[in-house]
């Protein structure tokens, strides 16, 4: 969903910032102080210079007005965000391709500076050093997050894979995240014995219940991460898939990946490098 914002004020772009946060969409920031207009055409020179007008305080690293129909893909720093071919409208959150099922967004910050991303949203934010940007919506998901009771969750809703002598831990993801297709594999690199509890955060629990009845949840599981659907199954008890929900509504789990260590539920919020996760399931600290 795209909400017209006008900002006026930084309490305006709080709330803004927290629409977006909650919803996990991308939302239209409208009202960029600007009086003169370019022409239409997506040209990389003209956005950036409409930007160093209309956002003098902000060191716009790279335009990329190639990658995407009618957007240009603006860095700024460890910042991603979008702009129309006016280089007026600002758009921040993710994109994504509902053809092949990929976040773009979250792969190009991958690409960018994977280590750099602590937060359980992608750092899809706005200029961060103009005086009305607001705090990054990513930031309020750097806070550590309190531990939780696993024991609250049955043992459906579950796919498990990977050794059973690996380094255990609990994921829940999403299915569209682009994080969690990179997390599994490195996990899946390294032998981790993975227990993985799907929650649909970017309206993927039709495909979440077809890898669950999958007549093998591993593969489809697998499969669904590199934007092949399973193959229809027969219908199957997904009351597990709503145990998984409800889970992660109830300890604020608004984005994917969530890292839980079995031992002492333990949380980490959003992608971490393989290095973390394993010194994570160890037993070293949730940072």
Not at 38 to 67: E, F, M, N, W, Y
């Amino acid at each position: 969903m795209i909400w017209p914002i006008q900002l006026k004020s930084p309490t305006a772009v709080a709330v803004a910032m927290a629409l977006l946060a909650g919803a996990g969409g991308g939302m239209l920031v409208h009202g960029i102080a600007a009086q003169a207009r370019i022409p239409g055409s997506l040209d990389a020179t003209q956005v950036a210079a409409a930007l160093a007008q209309r956002l003098p305080k902000t060191q716009i690293s790279h335009v990329d007005c190639k990658k995407l129909a009618g957007l240009c893909e603006v860095t700024a720093g460890s910042n991603l965000f979008y702009v129309d071919a006016t280089g007026r409208y600002l758009v921040i959150g993710r994109v994504y391709d509902t053809q092949t099922r990929q976040d773009l967004t979250a792969a190009r910050l991958l690409e960018l500076s994977p280590d750099a991303l602590l937060a359980g949203a992608p750092k899809a934010d706005g200029p961060g050093d103009e005086p009305d940007a607001g705090e990054s919506p990513a930031a309020t998901h750097a806070i550590a997050a309190k531990p939780v009771n696993l024991k609250e969750l049955p043992a459906t809703g579950a796919i498990r894979w990977g050794p059973v002598t690996g380094p255990k831990l609990v994921v829940f993801t999403d299915f569209h995240c682009g994080y969690c297709r990179a997390m599994t594999g490195d996990l899946e690199k390294q032998g981790f014995r993975v227990e993985e509890r799907p929650i649909s955060i970017l309206g993927s629990r039709k495909l979440s219940e077809a890898v669950y009845c999958a007549k093998d949840p591993q593969a489809a599981l697998h499969a669904a991460y590199e934007g092949r659907e399973p193959a229809p199954a027969a219908h199957c008890d997904t009351s597990g898939l709503d145990a998984n929900e409800a889970f992660a509504r109830r300890n604020g789990f608004n984005g994917t990946p969530v890292i839980v260590r079995p031992a002492d539920g333990a949380v980490i919020q959003g992608y971490r490098p393989i290095q973390t996760l394993a010194s994570f399931a160890r037993g070293g600290a949730a940072s």
